[in-house]
């Protein structure tokens, strides 16, 4: 009971100069990482069997979840709950396992050997931590997810991994508590609770004293029914032991009765213009829920067809072409590269992988930012065959001149990565004089590397749209009017992946040299989307 105890309160941190969280591509790093601090941990535990019953709980609950692993560690990995709680386990729980064979005469060799090991192997960071901490919050409410289902491994009914423990719980609850999520820190709180009780260790000391030590937390909230709850669990076990709670569970009481608002809960105010409280935000989420689709009489007009594509192109077969949206234009074209592409591409990036970056209103330096979670990186197109090929493809299928065409840019999503609603296209802040080109992007094409088993659709919330993630496929669409001012009804986000690796490649057309194919309209046409341009 006491190394489960302090499994729960110890965090410390571990020095890292990487970034895992962001890309379920830099996970197979911690993994390893933990195979190998398990195989040094099994040999110090053969050495000291005597004192190795509660270790080798631990060990054989670990090496459980990598016998799961091993049937696809790529499948394990993207499980949102099973990365949460192996960076939980290197972020908290092995310095705990280190600390409780300090007292042991054969510890020196093992300390030894592990304090190499953290010279030489990944760890993460504590903005890992947080990052997969802040990740699983934003899938339960994005996609209202039950907490005692994801904390079971259930996503959206189906399970996909093991179960998170009442330790795994709290640690979460704890992180949102200190990062003043309030909202968020009850349910998993209760959660942890609620799975301690269930322990065969629940009605012992140790344990009632810290689901006592709980109810503070709901008390400092203003939450006090679950305060309340609590208390009353513990005074069933132990009412005479527990005599000093009666004054409390009395006042908490009387709270209820009188209806009192008062707490941490009550406190927390959203700051005025806070886009997540905003009416578009929650357009957002309720298109990546699919609560928002387009009406039948958007739809009637849409055709599925052959596309020939341009002359001189990659023509070889007619592309399979669907309309998503007329105006604007949005189309899917499907099976347009194949499997090995969609390999190669990933394998090219990989190495290069950083966190992705956006820029800011005004500004000309793009940085990382909390509403964009995914590695990216960038290749010239002569970089590869494939690239020249998606190339080709994208010239053949919009007939636009890809002489003006940025970078093509590679990019992995990782623990519940998303990218909140955004433009692609610049507004009139941008200084194109510290840019590559002096036009704007005109139209946008994503390339899917990957299928995506929950989540991760591509979401314009003013049509209201939602695009599945299609490996092989691309989806397109323009940014500008023909005027060329923006047109405000592209607005679009990246859903939060809940099960699997989201691969695509981003081609971004500037308007330059595109007057040909696509000629400026002289008349203004703009109108239709300025009421988007500020929907809030």
């Known amino acids: 009971m006491k190394l489960l105890t302090t499994l729960l309160i110890t965090l410390h941190l571990a020095i890292s100069s990487a970034e895992f969280f962001s890309s379920t591509s830099s996970l197979e790093q911690l993994l390893r990482t933990e195979m190998i601090l398990l195989s040094e941990l099994q040999n110090y535990v053969n050495e000291i069997k005597e004192h190795a019953e509660l270790l080798q709980s631990e060990i054989d609950a670990i090496k459980a979840e990598h016998l799961s692993a091993s049937d696809s560690i790529e499948s394990y990995l993207n499980n949102p709950v099973n990365a949460f709680r192996l960076i939980k386990r290197l972020h908290s729980d092995w310095e705990t396992f280190e600390s409780s064979v300090e007292s042991e005469a054969s510890r020196i060799n093992y300390l030894e050997v592990i304090a190499g090991h953290r010279e030489n192997l990944s760890y993460p960071t504590k903005e890992d931590f947080v990052g997969t901490a802040l990740a699983l919050t934003r899938l339960q409410q994005t996609y209202q997810l039950d907490v005692s289902e994801l904390a079971s491994g259930m996503l959206n009914g189906v399970k996909y991994g093991a179960a998170m423990s009442w330790q795994d719980c709290f640690v979460l609850g704890q992180h949102l508590y200190e990062l003043r999520d309030y ?50 669990h513990v005074l069933s076990i132990q009412p005479e032991e527990r005599l000093h709670l009666l004054e409390t569970r009395h006042q908490l009481e009387q709270l209820i009765t009188d209806g009192v608002k008062r707490g941490l809960m009550h406190e927390v105010i959203r700051r005025p213009g806070d886009y997540h409280a905003s009416k578009e935000f929650e357009l957002y989420q309720q298109v990546c829920r699919e609560e928002l689709l387009p009406t039948p009489a958007a739809q009637r007009d849409l055709r599925c067809r052959l596309h020939s594509g341009i002359a001189g192109e990659m023509s070889y077969q007619p592309y399979k072409l669907e309309e998503l949206h007329l105006d604007p234009y949005v189309i899917q074209v499907h099976d347009v590269i194949g499997l090995q592409d969609t390999i190669d591409l990933q394998q090219v990036a990989r190495p290069k992988l950083q966190r992705s970056q956006v820029y800011s209103l005004g ?62 296209s610049f507004d009139a802040t941008h200084d194109y004089a510290q840019d590559v080109d002096d036009t704007n992007r005109v139209a946008t094409g994503i390339f899917y590397l990957s299928d995506v ?84």
């Open 183 to 232: 909202n968020s820190t009850v349910p998993w709180l209760q959660q942890s609770m609620q799975l301690l009780a269930q322990q065969h260790y629940a009605d012992e000391a140790a344990s009632l004293d810290f689901m006592e030590a709980v109810v503070s937390y709901h008390q400092a909230m203003g939450d006090y029914q679950n305060a309340l709850n609590l208390i009353n």
């Open 363 to 424: 500004g000309n330096d793009p940085t990382s930012a909390k509403f964009r979670t995914s590695k990216g990186t960038s290749f010239p197109y002569e970089k590869h065959a494939a690239m020249q090929r998606l190339r080709r493809h994208m010239a053949s299928i919009t007939g636009l001149n890809m002489n003006s065409a940025e970078h093509l840019q590679i990019a992995n999503y990782g623990i519940g990565g998303h990218y909140e609603p955004h433009m692609d």
């Open 453 to 536: 088993e929950a989540g991760g659709g591509t979401a314009f919330p003013f049509l209201p749209l939602l695009v599945t993630p299609e490996r092989g496929s691309l989806l397109f669409w323009y940014n500008l009017h023909r005027s060329g001012a923006l047109d405000y009804r592209t607005k679009h986000a990246g859903c939060p992946v809940l099960q699997g690796s989201k691969w695509i490649a981003n081609v971004w057309i500037r308007l330059k040299g595109q007057q040909d194919v696509r000629p400026c309209a002289l008349e203004r046409d703009h109108e239709i989307s300025l009421p988007f341009k500020d929907y809030n």
